[in-house]
């Protein structure tokens, strides 16, 4: 395609576009304008929201860890009453 084919087709393209907008050339902007804005948080959104998974997946296992800990040291308290009892009863 030549290079002068493509201009025309730009030209008619703008051309059409400025005679079937549905809206006025300010408001055209300002509705670029935002969509540029808003394509431009885009990046910042995602990284807020990975972050945020981020924190609750180690929020949740941070609670697993708290939870088996506990638990391993209340089977490790148990276990040695246990045996102190035993061992009393053995030597009575």
Request: hydrophobic letters at 40%.
């Amino acid at each position: 395609m030549s290079a002068t084919k493509f201009l025309m087709g730009v030209g008619i393209g703008i051309g059409l576009g400025m005679i079937f907008a549905p809206a006025p050339g300010e408001e055209t902007r300002r509705s670029i304008a935002q969509r540029v804005r808003d394509l431009a948080e885009m990046p910042e959104r995602k990284l807020q929201e990975k972050a945020e998974a981020a924190a609750e997946a180690a929020k949740e296992k941070a609670g697993e860890m708290g939870s088996r800990i506990g638990r391993e040291a209340a089977e490790a308290a148990v276990e040695t009453v246990t045996e102190k009892v035993l061992k009393r009863n053995k030597s009575a």
